[in-house]
DNA sequence: TATGAATGAGCCTTCATTCAT
DNA sequence: GATGAATGAAGGCTCATTCAT
């Protein structure tokens, strides 16, 4: 007797997550070219074949771990938008951009060699484009609400320290003042520190 | 008649030089796994075999490339020490920084490319930090200089933004106003401002 | 309640028929080799795992097949042998070859197959020569029946003209003039035709 | 210091030409499908690699080694145009037309399994449709010069039997009466015999 | 110095077959 | 009887590297 469609949705949803899982790790660690089917597959516990069950190519795993990303980037503003004041949803962001760099790692690692390599995946550029405007704009917007001057330019400038930051913490993790640096900018940015400034 | 050894010396260097020009594009546009070694010879006019007559690896030509950029690197900083006024040399370190990122694109690209994949070159990645220690440290040094306060996490937020910067840049390059974002921080760091902030 | 023993053996032999079926088709158009077992299993509405529950190799399906043709040859010469009349007999053959040509064009194109790649299915060679040489005799005495002088030799090229005709059939399907050739063919070799030249 | 590019070509011819050779008969043997690079590369004695050094792909193989046989092909013609008198043309049909089979049994095999899989090579199937074409025009044309009466279907049925002819004699070579049949052919369409016939 | 033929390891992918259910 | 997840060998192809010249 066959298994039931409800024991093998399971198993296939558990070894699809695992192989994803691995994937991103291994992307994000040696870069898409730099891993093979048969490292994701050993390291997933699976073998080489099995990993076709699942994905038809190489590059689909890449598109799909991609796309999960879009979907967790589409949660991250639904959050953001939760808060109506402008200050807390400036403290929201800042916060969440530090949380994502420390505990989704790789697929921040990921995203930026996708964006170094879009040979890769060429759908990857337009929507990180469209990602980081949305990003941005909502920055902007949040600026002007605080009385940021030349929010434009500041948005973008401090979107790209938040990305920077990223960047130094990913190049030497055990001794980048993460949490220090966090906390100056949740401060520079509080509605206390705002307030004094531009009163 | 053979070439006298002069004439040999040159012909070596230019060889050497094509090669590593050719290698840099192509290492920075599609990554070091994604560029073979017959991609760079064909690009760089020569045949595959002649690659190894100057390079013992794939890798010594990342690696060569990479000390080229140490290089650089400390030619820069003793450019920015060439000012000793801290406006001076605030303004002159974020020309470098902005002209780097447009003239120097690719080395820019390679770089961040070893960053997140510090397997490629096992160096690199120690040698970055010093880089980056350095330079923070000088920006926090003249931070210092022009009064601003919290001087130690504002230089890695004002660096980090640099690159974040670039990385944007990098993106989406049609679009991004890089210019404009120039002339903010131009302006933003300029004596002007930064004394009338902090008079 | 259970299914009963008859109703067990009604769903095999109809399973085990679609697959047949199938792989027929299939072997014809893309060959052995370039026939999977998935897509036998697909096209034939079944999982892949079930083809082996009616066949214990990919090979056993194309032997089962083959002996299947084997039986219709034999069924050929019964029908052949109806006929007492030796240029009944002939019109018949050439009916019947024209027929196959047509209606079992996939078991054709395999049996043609099998005979250019031995290697795929040993035994089919011997039984295949057996098959022809049975054809020919029988050729061959219905020519002497007729009076046709070298009848060894002219059954010979006459069984090869069929075979040759099959192949170009297959080659061209849309233009080929099949009915043509065979209403050629009834009248050269039919009584009065044949009356004709040997009176 | 390097070949001199006289000496690499010869290389060059060499090898592809073996290449070529053991890919037609390894590919006549057990098809397209049914051969491997590895094995052609084993057979040829050279390393499975280098085979990518004088073809792109596996179908490229197999297309030069078509394209040859249209070379081949149109030598054919030319030889048969050679002669004036239909007899002689006629004569020189059937004897090119035994050596071939004989002596170019490999490519006959591969012509004729490209015939059943015309999905291995898409072009192969219309340029031998084509080839075949001008083969019956040629027959019926000398058909109609010796005085055979319907000779557009008697060229046809003429052609078939050649090409059955070349099957028989693959299936069963030690057997086959390739010589008597070539001997009755050519005297049954010798001057003499259509002479009599046809006076 | 320079060439490009040659190698062999390794990559992505397919597929016949097995097996737990 | 039936399913489809899983395996492992093999296939097509690429590429860093070597070597004869």
Redesign the interface.
Known sequence: M?RSSEQNKQIREKTKKRILETARTLF???????TSISEIAKEAGISKGLTYNYFKSKTEIVEVIFDEFLLDAHNFFEVINNYSDPYEKLTALIESSFDYIEYAEDQW?LN??L???P??MKLA?SQ??KF?DEMLNEIEKVFKGVGIK?AA??A??????????G??Y???KE?Y?LK??KK??LK?YSKEELQKTFR
Chains 1, 2, 3, 4 share one sequence.
Do not use: T
């Not at 973008?156 to 930051?165: K, Q, S």
């Open positions: 066959p994000a660690k040696n870069g898409f070219h730099g690692k930026f060699s964006i170094l390599q040979q890769v550029r990180m484009i980081y030349n330019s500041e973008r400038v401090f979107g790209a320290a938040l990305d920077g930051i960047m130094y990913m190049m030497n001794n003042p220090k640096i100056h900018l520079k």
